[in-house]
């Protein structure tokens, strides 16, 4: 099956660092690539959805100013915490749907291992 | 908002069959049900899908209902490894439509 990455796996920064956290389509290009944090024992919130070549679609509350989000290519997102604040440490998890494959693969999700982020 | 309804959590014996069902009375007719699992610590893993036919495939069978507001996923024979979170999600089969997460349920296979 498709393969999505994230790098790092987890991260332990000072309060007010950026930190930037890679999510990589392995095998196939992703035009849409989706941002999700989950917080502990909650189940995942979308964060913002990435598009390649254009600007980044935020959910409400989310602040596009705080989480920028580059997608530059059609297999890597970039997501990175600006000024990270304790409230911020979180796990990240990003997914891609992949584009040009066969029907039964056309929508589904592959999502990242994660990163666990952690301000101090 | 999630449109599915699940229980909190179900316990399993190891080796028995896991029935995990999942309340979608508001789906819509272009709307497809998901299954993942999260594991502890990693993102979550696809199972399975499917409109209104019962599936199968290596790792588990779902069964809809004739009027598609209910599923069940059967994970045939339960193994410790399969101690995770169930979502299920409807969604309609668009590309690019992300998936809403609910709370899921959280099976424990017991030795």
């Known amino acids: 099956g498709a393969v999505v990455s994230q790098h790092p796996s987890w991260v332990i920064c000072k309060s007010g660092t950026s930190v930037k956290i890679e999510c990589r389509s392995l095998d196939f290009q992703a035009t849409t690539m989706f941002w999700y944090r989950q917080f502990p024992k909650q189940s995942l919130m979308l964060m913002a959805t990435s598009n390649e070549g254009s600007k980044a679609t935020y959910e409400q509350g989310v602040e596009k100013d705080k989480f920028l989000i580059n997608h530059a290519s059609l297999t890597l997102s970039t997501l990175t915490v600006t000024s990270a604040h304790p409230e911020d440490s979180s796990f990240y998890i990003c997914?891609?749907?992949?584009?040009?494959?066969?029907?039964?693969?056309?929508?589904?999700?592959?999502f990242g291992p994660g990163t666990r982020l952690t301000v101090l | 908002d999630a449109k599915t309804t699940q229980p909190t959590s179900m316990d399993c014996a190891e080796g028995r069959a896991a029935n995990l069902p999942c309340n979608h009375s508001t789906i819509s007719g272009n709307e497809y049900v998901y299954w993942y699992r999260q594991i502890h610590s990693q993102g979550p893993q696809y199972i399975i899908h499917?409109?209104?036919n019962n599936e199968t495939n290596e790792m588990a069978s779902l069964i809809i209902t004739e009027d598609r507001k209910s599923s069940t996923l059967i994970l045939p024979h339960a193994t410790l490894r399969d101690t995770a979170v169930y979502y299920c999600i409807v969604r309609p089969y668009n590309y690019g439509q992300n998936f809403v997460f609910g709370p899921g349920t959280r099976l424990s296979v017991l030795p």
């Open positions: 499917g409109l209104k």
């Open positions: 997914s891609a749907t992949p584009r040009g494959l066969t029907k039964n693969l056309y929508n589904e999700q592959f």
